[in-house]
């Protein structure tokens, strides 16, 4: 199976770019992340290359995914023959936002102790 080339266009701290994240550990996927908080321009970017301003966008050998989630990425990779689906546990949930109190958390720095909720 040929390496896929992937970017993916992520938020520093949120529950949908986190399941994005998870995909690619769980399939030990190389990626570039492209930050779209602390740089404007990969959101300026992305919302050229997908047509709107949601996230996370993941871009898969030229195919813009747009407003995504970990569970649709890892569908989308399937069913196009860039995965053999695995049964494995992702490390974090794929197809959920954080709790409020969660975004706080990572905002200040305390990632390290936080459980997310799917």
């Not at 970017?7 to 520093?12: G, I, V």
């Not at 986190?18 to 404007?40: H, S």
Request: charged share 20%.
């Amino acid at each position: 199976m040929q390496t896929p080339r992937i970017t993916a266009y992520l938020k520093t701290y949120c529950g949908w770019s986190e399941g994005v994240r998870a995909i690619f550990r769980k399939y030990d996927l190389a990626f570039e992340e492209k930050d779209i908080i602390k740089n404007p321009a990969f959101r300026w970017e992305m919302e050229q290359k997908s047509g709107q301003p949601l996230s996370p966008c993941v871009e898969i050998n030229g195919t813009m995914l747009a407003d995504i989630s970990g569970d649709e990425v890892e569908a989308w990779m399937t069913q196009n023959g860039l995965l053999v689906k695995s049964d494995a546990a992702a490390d974090a949930p794929t197809g959920s936002s954080c709790t409020d109190a969660q975004h706080a958390a990572m905002a200040a720095g305390q990632v390290g102790n936080l459980k997310f909720v799917g």
